[in-house]
């Protein structure tokens, strides 16, 4: 029995589902209940995120396919509302913990969506 090849694209999804999405949830169903150093972790990751893509976004920019706009979701919704939560900690305002649950189920939806779409 042959063991199937999956694309990049299936382990992306993998990742966004099941590592990015319990990240998010956990952060906002936590909201202020977290240890303090919780907060380090999401103002890095909100970090890395940014740099991530602004970097795929100038490198691919103009590039047939490029998918632009998700690099742009994530420099301007995903790494600002990380980096909120992750500056202000326990002083952030409720509504931030309620835009990363939109965040963690857009994720794991859209995600769980193409994942299921690619292996059907």
Do not use: C, R
């Not at 299936?10 to 990240?23: D, E, N, P, R, T």
């Not at 991530?52 to 998918?67: D, E, L």
Request: glycine share 6%.
């Amino acid at each position: 029995m042959e063991i199937p090849k999956f694309s990049l694209l299936f382990y992306v999804h993998l990742f966004h589902i099941f590592i990015i999405g319990a990240f998010l949830l956990y952060i906002g169903i936590a909201k202020t209940n977290m240890p303090q150093f919780m907060y380090k972790v999401i103002f890095i990751v909100g970090i890395l995120i940014f740099l991530a893509h602004v970097y795929k976004a100038i490198i691919k920019y103009g590039q047939p396919k490029s998918y632009l706009w998700v690099n742009l979701f994530h420099i301007f919704v995903v790494a600002p509302v990380l980096l909120i939560i992750g500056w202000y900690g326990e002083k952030t305002p409720y509504y931030y913990f309620h835009f990363d649950l939109m965040l963690a189920f857009a994720a794991i939806g859209y995600h769980g969506f193409f994942l299921t779409k690619e292996l059907l």
